[in-house]
């Protein structure tokens, strides 16, 4: 009986730690499933996130492509105006050379008639 008494208790330690060992079991794997959850829900907010940043980024680049773009084309714009004014500069500048060399000329022939 003695043995009999021993192999209950033993018996009943067992069962305790058993069920305690389910229990906490059940609660590794309940916390187990959060976690999951929980990186399920952070790795989701930051897909997101980063498509959000990401199409804003592509909007940024796109819109400063159009201002380099635009800039481009006024700086040829003004290229062209520049030749197109140093020609005519260069143009005046010949024509008015001529003049002056042909006002000299003039002077020296009624200086010279004078004398």
């Known amino acids: 009986m003695l043995k009999e008494s021993e192999f209950d208790k033993t018996l009943a330690l067992f069962n305790q730690k058993v069920s305690y060992l389910e229990k906490t079991n059940e609660e590794l794997?309940?916390?187990?499933?959060?976690?999951s959850d929980q990186l399920k829900n952070n790795k989701r907010e930051f897909q997101t996130s980063m498509k959000d940043h990401l199409s804003k980024q592509e909007?940024?680049?796109r819109s400063q492509q159009s201002k380099i773009n635009s800039l481009n084309e006024k700086v040829l714009e003004l290229e062209n105006d520049l030749a197109t004014k140093e020609h005519t500069f260069d143009m005046e500048r010949k024509?008015?050379?001529?003049?002056e060399s042909q006002l000299q000329q003039h002077n020296q022939e009624n200086s010279s008639a004078m004398v």
Do not use: E, M, Y
Request: proline share 0%; glycine share 6%; charged share 40%.
């Open 59 to 61: 909007a940024t680049g």
């Open 95 to 99: 024509k008015w050379s001529l003049i």
């Open 29 to 35: 794997q309940k916390k187990d499933k959060d976690v």
